[in-house]
Nanobody, 114 residues
Framework: QVHLVESGGGLVQAGGSLRLSCAASGSIFSIRFMGWYRQAPGKQRELVATLTSGGSTNYAISVKDRFTISRDNAKNTVYLQMNSLKPEDTAVYYC????????WGQGTQVTVSS
């Protein structure tokens, strides 16, 4: 069985940085893409960044040039480096891996204070 465990969230001041990690346990076959999504209170879950198996990336306009998605295949881990954080980045961040099945992590809270 596959589990995704996120870590790295927390409280940071505006302008600060955080790096989120998502470690996958178990075997995930035929990964198509890995990604990060977020959900702020009272809002729908939205895409933040994705990384395909071929290495292509896609970012939400609101985070482009501030966030970077990457992966370490040896560690079965995907990362989200978040720089120049803004209060509007406050949300629960979820990791997602799509392969033979669709897997989601439990989420990690990111709070950016002004």
């Amino acid at each position: 069985q596959v589990h995704l465990v996120e870590s790295g969230g927390g409280l940071v001041q505006a302008g600060g940085s955080l790096r989120l990690s998502c470690a996958a346990s178990g075997s995930i076959f035929s990964i198509r893409f890995m990604g990060w999504y977020r959900q702020a209170p009272g809002k729908q879950r939205e895409l933040v960044a994705t990384l395909t198996s071929g290495g292509s990336t896609n970012y939400a306009i609101s985070v482009k040039d501030r966030f970077t998605i990457s992966r370490d295949n040896a560690k079965n881990t995907v990362y989200l480096q978040m720089n120049s954080l803004k209060p509007e980045d406050t949300a629960v961040y979820y990791c997602r891996v799509v392969g033979s099945n669709d897997y989601w992590g439990q989420g990690t809270q990111v709070t950016v204070s002004s």
